[in-house]
């Protein structure tokens, strides 16, 4: 694995997932304070920012050949703070919606990009677990970008009175770093032929399927486990991303400042989870850890919403943590499995976009019902599609494994001079020391690797 590749790709992936962090978080504030919006029109605007991201990834990001890698992640990474000042000088409805969609247009193309560009550092090599660690450390990358954004935000809103415009005019600058490292990175090579490091691994080879259609994505029941896995906590996190900020303040009366604090502890416990993930990677068995997350959330959700004082809001939100560090390393390692490096734009974007959509369509539907019910019971609500995604999800889970236990008779795949441990087609069983396992099961232990 190129490590200077791999190191510069996980540094631009912090910086961009505190500077988007900090924007999505902020917005609604923005809408409230400045653009004076309730919550039905704050959804709305925030939905207009999903409508773009989605049609980005479906249109762009799932279609990017592997040398435009590079060049893609350093326009959308200038993009990105380009709609920054739009936001945060946004002066009526209209504006705000401009800067929201360039802020989508902009992490529609950057983050499916960065998951393919870090995936297929991995080469070709695509043997259960193979991506798992790459995958995992991009995804610590991501919680630390997460974590340190709020403090920073915080700082600047201290140091500022409370100048929302000021933290989006900070933020800039983390964006614009990230691709001015990009293009050191992948800058000409005059004394040598190969490929830039970004991309040389992710290229597809003789034969290979570089587009993977949705419906043939759907269709595999790894992919379908993975959904629901993200499914499961899209509706918590929209709700904590979108209206977060304004719940804390309304009904737990926080500052601004305090409120940073509440997201830093969430991000906290989320990259504390993942950087355990990434260090115990790869894991077997997924599926357990998937439904450990759906009962955290629904314990988070159950606290916030029926929390009083500022204690019980902060252990909401490190309950909410947890699952937001499990959920997408398990299901990106997931959707990863038995494909080639050149497949992984499509299923990356695939798998991105159907999250947005159900992004898109919660934000207005959240903004409606805390105007018409209030923050804790909508919040409260939202235990019901948690629920559903986890039972859906355990039942595909097990009729997958009840079809992999009639492949154990498979030979085994291993690496050269290894007997230790082998993969069955990508889809068989984990054998280790000669004895079958299932693979991803209930039975297995949670961080069997």
């Given amino acids: 694995m190129p490590l200077t590749a791999l190191l510069v790709l996980l540094g631009v992936t912090m910086v961009a997932r505190a500077s988007q962090n900090m ?28 409508v773009v991201a989605v049609v980005t990834m479906s249109v762009v990001s ?51 990009t960065l998951l393919t560009a870090v995936g297929g550092l991995g080469g070709d090599e695509v043997a ?11 995804s610590v990358a991501l919680s630390v970008g997460l974590a340190w954004g709020p403090f920073v935000e915080g700082g600047v809103l201290a140091s500022s009175a409370g100048d929302l415009r000021a933290v ?18 992948g800058g000409p090579r005059r004394r040598s ?5 970004v991309a040389a691994a992710a290229r597809p080879g003789p034969g290979d399927k570089v587009r993977v259609p949705l419906l043939a994505a759907l269709r595999d029941e790894h992919f379908q486990i993975a959904l629901l896995g993200q499914l499961l906590y899209t509706a918590p996190f929209a709700a904590v991303v979108v209206f977060g900020a304004l719940f804390a303040r309304h009904d737990y009366g926080l500052s601004l400042a305090g409120v940073e604090v509440a997201f830093g502890v969430f991000f906290a416990v989320s990259l504390a989870v993942r950087s355990l993930v990434a260090w115990r990677s790869p894991i077997v068995s ?11 959330t629904v314990a988070g959700l159950a606290l916030m919403a029926i929390g009083r004082d500022d204690a019980e ?15 997408y390393p398990l299901a990106m390692g997931m959707v990863a499995e038995g494909r080639p490096s050149a497949q992984l734009a499509s ?33 409260g609500a939202l235990v019901a599609p948690v629920v559903v995604a986890a039972l859906l999800q355990r039942r595909i889970g097990r009729r997958d494994a009840s079809g992999e236990s009639d492949t154990s008779g498979e030979s085994d795949i291993s690496g050269p001079g290894d007997g230790r441990a082998g993969v069955a087609g990508g889809h068989g069983t984990i054998t280790t020391g000669g004895r079958a396992a299932p693979r991803g099961l209930w039975r297995a232990s949670p961080w069997s690797t």
Avoid: C, E
């Fill in 62 to 112: 799932s279609r990017i050949p592997v040398r435009f890698v590079r060049g893609s992640l350093v326009l959308a990474l200038l993009v990105l703070a380009g709609s920054f000042p739009l936001v945060g000088d946004a002066r009526g409805p209209l504006s705000l919606t401009a800067g929201a969609r360039v802020l989508g247009l902009a992490g529609g193309l950057v983050f499916p």
């Fill in 347 to 379: 299923v990356n974007a695939h798998l991105s976009a159907t999250v947005q959509v159900a992004n898109l369509l919660l934000a207005p539907l959240l903004g409606v019902g805390i105007d018409a019910a209030g923050y804790r019971v909508t919040f």
């Fill in 193 to 197: 032929s190969r490929p830039a490091p």
């Fill in 286 to 296: 997924k599926l357990a850890w998937f439904q450990l997350a759906a009962v955290l």
């Fill in 128 to 138: 259960r677990g193979a991506r798992d660690r790459p995958i995992a450390l991009l």
């Fill in 168 to 185: 989006f005019a900070w933020f800039v600058i983390g964006p614009v770093a990230g691709a001015a490292a990009l293009v050191v990175l």
């Fill in 313 to 327: 809001l902060l252990v909401a939100m490190a309950l909410l943590g947890v699952p937001h560090g499990l959920t």
């Fill in 23 to 50: 924007a999505q978080t902020t917005l609604p504030v923005v809408a409230a304070d400045l653009v004076h919006l309730r919550g039905g029109p704050i959804g709305l605007v925030s939905a207009a920012s999903g």
